[in-house]
């Protein structure tokens, strides 16, 4: 599957832009949304958006379609369906592109970066670890949003979603500030 970087996807949202019938505001995550905004250097393959707005998804279609016909740039379009985002994060919303007819709604960045670490995968920690690169994440504020609003609020087994959050802290911030966390989150005792 082919990547594209920010001028290929810059490139192809403004032809987007140029075959929309009408005004379309899109909500978006995942790599693309951290290459827009937050200037990560990394690749991406897709667009995820959440929720679509109904009745615009085939002008939406159409639009991508020539758009890929004029850049030769074939980014993939879909629904963002298991996205999971910290509490409260429509409160934060940044706006990632504005053009003619199309603007992108992205997460903030602490958002974006809980979100990302989630999923976990090597792509998804490239990303994370560029953002903060260019836009340095404050640990505490970090910190703050994950246990807040994000640990146990998820899906999924909290000890496993701590477990990743260390190893991005670790990425992030190294073995001595990942070990205060460890211990605060229960995480240095063995599992019952």
């Known amino acids: 599957m082919l990547r594209f970087d920010r001028d290929q996807i810059v490139r192809f949202l403004r032809a987007l832009d140029a075959a929309l019938e009408r005004d379309l505001k899109i909500f978006v995550v995942g790599g693309l949304a951290a290459v827009l905004k937050y200037d990560a250097v990394v690749k991406t393959s897709d667009m995820d958006v959440v929720g679509i707005v109904s009745g615009r998804s085939a002008d939406l279609s159409r639009a ?11 980014l993939s379009i879909g629904e963002a369906t298991i996205t999971e985002l ?49 836009h340095r994440f404050s640990e505490r504020t970090l910190v703050r949003r994950f246990e807040e609003e994000f640990w146990k609020m998820v899906m ?11 190893n991005l802290m670790e990425i992030l911030y190294g073995k001595e500030r990942t070990a205060i966390y460890k211990k605060r989150w229960g995480l240095d005792k063995p599992r019952p």
């Open 64 to 74: 991508a379609h020539i758009a890929s016909e004029v850049t030769g740039i074939a």
């Open 86 to 134: 910290p509490y409260n994060y429509e409160d934060r919303l940044k706006q990632g592109l504005k053009l003619k007819k199309l603007v992108v709604i992205v997460p903030d960045k602490y958002d974006l970066a809980l979100s990302k670490m989630l999923r976990g995968d090597e792509h998804d920690l490239e990303a994370i670890v560029s953002m903060h690169e260019h």
């Open 156 to 166: 999924g087994d909290s000890r496993s979603i701590a477990i990743s959050m260390l």
